[in-house]
């Protein structure tokens, strides 16, 4: 346990401050993004407003089309997104999560209204590490409408939908995925599951992206200051009640499980200021 502390404590002496690399993005209509004190289900910061257009021809790689992403902090990045496949933009006036920030998220959205063929989603220029993705495939006003989200090279998929919970919830709203990243892209997609409806489609309403830090680096820019403490405050779970919310996984610091009083003691001899 101590020699891995000491590994972090020398980087964050080398490398001083880096770039995050978290990004939040609403797929739908122009200038109709969230706030950027909103959170969705993730962390809050500038929301990136993207068409989701589909892109000829197909190709998982950078494209000159690609919309270049601004980090959480609006900082210019190299990270390019485009998408290929859905070709439906539909936006809704009203919904169950009407008159929110929720709204400006899920009530505009991308629908792919053929079974073979996904909504299909691509970053590159990623910096390579662990990645938490939130993956918002929600229908509105077609609580019965599921959607499957599923990733390159992991097997399996998820089946996302339902009733609108009163705030977002995990495998009602978004689909919750660790994702190694080894060569700076993510391939994945949005799908209309087995019997699902080719008239409705299935829906992609916009993601959150965020690179997992070292213990106690919540935002993975290189130190341990009051922003980190913000969010690790906000993980708190208590003594062996399991820390499952996303943007959580670096203040489970003794890796147990739980975010409680022996993670604050870590935290707090971690800790280095801005
Ligand atoms: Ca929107
Ligand atoms: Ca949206
Ligand atoms: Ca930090
Ligand atoms: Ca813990």
Redesign the pocket.
């Known amino acids: 346990m101590a020699s891995k502390y000491l590994t972090v404590f020398v980087l964050l002496g080398t490398c001083g401050s880096v770039m995050a690399q978290s990004f939040n993005v ?3 209509v122009a200038s ?1 993004a969230p706030k950027s004190t909103y959170a969705a289900a993730g962390q809050a910061g500038f929301w990136n407003n993207v068409s989701g257009a589909h892109i000829t021809p197909f190709t998982p790689n950078p494209t000159p089309s690609d919309d270049m992403l601004l980090d959480v902090e609006g900082n210019a990045t190299g990270v390019g997104f485009h998408q290929f496949g859905g070709m439906d933009l539909q936006s809704v006036g009203s919904s169950d999560a009407t008159g929110t920030d929720d709204a ?6 991308l629908v792919t209204h053929s079974a073979s063929l996904e909504s299909c989603m691509y970053l590159n220029g990623l910096q390579n590490g662990l990645y938490e993705v939130i993956t ?1 495939a929600w229908f509105p006003n077609e609580s019965k409408t599921t959607q499957l989200v599923r990733f390159d090279f992991v097997p399996g998929f998820k089946i996302i939908g339902g009733d609108w919970p009163g705030d977002h919830a995990e495998g009602a709203t978004y689909s919750y995925d660790l994702i190694n990243v080894t060569s700076g892209h993510i391939g994945w997609h949005v799908g209309i599951p087995a019997g699902g409806s080719t008239t409705i489609g299935a829906a992609f ?2 993601f959150q992206l965020h690179k997992v830090g070292p213990p106690a680096d919540t935002d993975d820019d290189g130190d341990v200051d009051d922003k980190d403490y913000q969010q690790f405050n906000d993980c708190i779970s208590g003594p062996e009640i399991a820390a499952d919310k996303p943007g959580c996984l670096e203040s489970d610091i003794d890796d147990d499980n739980d975010i409680d009083l022996a993670d604050m003691a870590e935290f707090q001899r971690l800790f280095t200021g801005s």
């Not at 400006?104 to 959205?109: F, G």
């Open positions: 609403d797929v739908g109709d400006k998220l899920l009530n505009d959205y918002y309403n916009g």
